[in-house]
């Protein structure tokens, strides 16, 4: 009888290991395999177009616009190495505590951390050098504000960027006075 109830915990044991060994994988590597945090310093007035790609990867759409071109970059602004390596330190204890019934609470969360979405025109003058960038989406990220998921985020970080001048016009008699600075517009301003 002894001997039953020993081997009956035994495999107990073996069957809670195995599970728990299955389940710690999916929040502790959705945290680690998140997106890379890029340097959004790179999309300022004056920086080489190399350096930019070399950051950010290719544009997805480049066309030759007067007096330049003009980039289209979409990515993800995910975390740093330290943030990511934490999350998964957490997850994996919370695991290992839990016996892994943190993975259903962990792996959503996951999901829902995955990078915040960046997308942004960015015009080049002859030099290949950038003039202007305006952000459409993740503005709030070039002042260094947190990635957030996006349910978390509100009007306030939903707003359009513009830093820089506009290109000069093609007819100069009909160029309107170039932007110039940082410009913010929220998203309730734009219409959106």
């Known amino acids: ?7 009956r915990s035994a495999a107990l044991f073996v ?17 680690t395999q998140a997106p890379d945090r890029k340097d959004l310093s790179v999309l300022a007035p004056g920086v080489p177009k190399s350096q930019v790609i070399r950051e950010l990867g290719p544009p997805i759409q480049t066309k030759p616009v007067p007096g330049g071109t003009r980039d289209l970059y979409a990515f993800k602004q995910g975390y740093s190495m330290p943030t990511k390596m934490g999350r998964a330190a957490v997850h994996a204890g919370a695991d290992a505590f839990s ?19 960046v997308r942004a025109e960015v015009l080049f003058n002859t030099d290949d050098r950038i003039q202007r960038v305006e952000y459409f989406e993740g503005g709030h990220l070039h002042e260094g504000g947190p990635t957030l998921a996006r349910f978390m985020r509100r009007d306030s970080t939903e707003r359009q960027l513009v830093i820089g001048e506009a290109l000069p016009a093609e ?10 600075g940082v410009q913010h517009a929220s998203a309730a301003d734009t219409g959106k």
Not at 171 to 180: K, R, V, Y
């Open 1 to 7: 009888m002894e001997a039953c109830r020993l081997l």
């Open 15 to 31: 069957v809670a290991a195995a599970y728990v060994s299955t389940c710690t994988g999916c929040a502790v590597v959705k945290a």
């Open 99 to 117: 016996f892994g019934l943190w993975e259903f609470a962990a792996t959503p969360m996951e999901e829902a951390f995955q990078g915040e979405d």
């Open 171 to 180: 007819d100069s008699s009909s160029s309107t006075a170039a932007e110039s």
